[in-house]
């Protein structure tokens, strides 16, 4: 059974930091590409971040490129999601995902096979 669970989501004020982890089990982990995506309040779940298997590749949404930055240690079956600089436009909760077979840096939360159950990060100004 694939379990996701994430942790380290809070409030911060604006221009602050958090860094998220997302420990797996379950699968093989260096198979799966890792992805974290976001949900506000009556949005639609968004595209963060996603990092292949062999943490090589990387990919961000324009929203939050150059403050985010997504890493995996494989060793630990972990992946993070290293948050800098946080706006009150990124409070939502922040799903972990992982999806099988290759990864072409979809961003379709369509592509991604498991998810976490979600953390809640809240920036106020």
């Keep these: 059974q694939v379990q996701l669970v994430e942790?380290?989501?809070?409030?911060?004020?604006v221009g602050g930091s958090?860094?998220?982890?997302?420990a797996a089990s379950g699968l093989s982990f260096t198979s799966n590409a890792m992805g974290w995506f976001r949900q506000?309040?009556?949005?639609?779940?968004?595209f963060v971040s996603a990092i292949r298997g062999s943490g090589i590749s990387t990919y961000y949404?324009?929203?939050?490129?150059?403050?985010?930055?997504?890493?995996?240690?494989?060793?630990?079956n972990t992946v993070y999601l290293q948050m800098n600089n946080?706006?009150?436009?990124?409070?939502?909760?922040?799903y972990?995902?992982?999806?099988?077979?290759?990864?072409?840096?979809?961003r379709n939360p369509k592509d991604f096979n498991y998810w976490?159950?979600?953390?809640q990060v809240t920036v106020s100004s």
């Design 61 to 76: 949404a324009d929203s939050v490129k150059g403050r985010f930055t997504i890493s995996r240690d494989n060793a630990k």
């Design 7 to 13: 942790s380290g989501g809070g409030s911060v004020q």
């Design 116 to 119: 976490g159950q979600g953390t």
């Design 18 to 22: 958090l860094r998220l982890s997302c």
């Design 40 to 46: 506000a309040p009556g949005k639609e779940r968004e």
């Design 96 to 106: 972990c995902s992982a999806t099988s077979g290759y990864y072409a840096g979809s």
């Design 86 to 94: 946080l706006r009150p436009e990124d409070t939502a909760v922040y």
